[in-house]
Antibody, heavy 121, light 111 residues
Framework: QVQLVESGGGVVQPGRSLRLSCAAS????????IHWVRQAPGKGLEWVAI????????HYADSVKGRFTISRDNSKNTLYLQMNSLRAEDTAVYHC??????????????WGQGTMVTVSS | DIVMTQSPLSLPVTPGEPASISCRSS???????????LDWYLQKPGQSPQLLIY???TRASGVPDRFSGSGSGTGFTLNISRVEAEDVGVYYC????????FGQGTKVEIK
């Protein structure tokens, strides 16, 4: 079954860290770029980060640059998002999304169901 | 950064009738390949977004042919020829030419 399954969300205090995971199955994970996209409660979609198929040429949204780190382990078919120095405005459902291509920018043809991150004291 | 603007933000529709959503970008989405890097996504209630249209007018796999995309440069349109009850949700346009950015979303609901 072709799918992406996120995990690792939860409630965390401001300033603390959290690591999200995204497990892929049903396709050749190492061939495709993967993104993180988030959605604050009741709000629209916000792109967070991209990691191409080979892990090179990573990009981040300005809102998370310097605090979040995207990585992947192609041997485990898994994507990660290390989130440090969390802020209240990082509260959102975090989705991983597969690209149509291996690198660069392209459309998201497969989305995970998302994992909720709540930053609150 | 490329800013995406959708209209309307709310769209009451009647089943069987057509519907249309507009999306404008702050700069041209024409890539050197000749394709426009403009996508349309639908987020049904309680679900993750799903890809409907990419390259401005190419339907994604499994998308019914009542959905069509058109436009060029900075102006794009998603058309639904005959709305069905299952089409309710929030529609987003997204540019994939540079760091992705989404429109505000258009909420489609049945009258």
């Amino acid at each position: 079954q072709v799918q992406l399954v996120e995990s690792g969300g939860g409630v965390v205090q401001p300033g603390r860290s959290l690591r999200l995971s995204c497990a892929a199955s049903g396709f050749t994970f190492s061939n495709y770029a993967i993104h993180w996209v988030r959605q604050a409660p009741g709000k629209g979609l916000e792109w967070v980060a991209i990691i191409p198929h080979d892990g090179n040429n990573i990009h981040y949204a300005d809102s998370v640059k310097g605090r979040f780190t995207i990585s992947r382990d192609n041997s485990k078919n898994t994507l990660y998002l290390q989130m440090n120095s969390l802020r209240a405005e990082d509260t959102a459902v975090y989705h991983c999304a597969k690209c149509l291509s291996g690198g660069g920018w392209s459309s998201f043809d497969l989305w995970g169901q998302g994992t909720m991150v709540t930053v609150s004291s | 950064d490329i800013v995406m603007t959708q209209s309307p933000l709310s769209l009451p529709v009647t089943p069987g009738e057509p519907a249309s959503i507009s999306c404008r970008s702050s700069q041209s989405l024409l890539h050197s390949s000749g394709y426009h890097f403009l996508d349309w996504y639908l987020q049904k209630p309680g679900q993750s977004p799903q890809l409907l249209i990419y390259f401005g007018s190419t339907r994604a796999s499994g998308v019914p042919d009542r959905f069509s995309g058109s436009g060029s440069g900075t102006g794009f349109t998603l058309n639904i020829s005959r709305v069905e009850a299952e089409d309710v949700g929030v529609y987003y346009c997204m540019q994939a030419l540079h760091t992705p950015s989404f429109g505000q979303g258009t909420k489609v609901e049945i009258k």
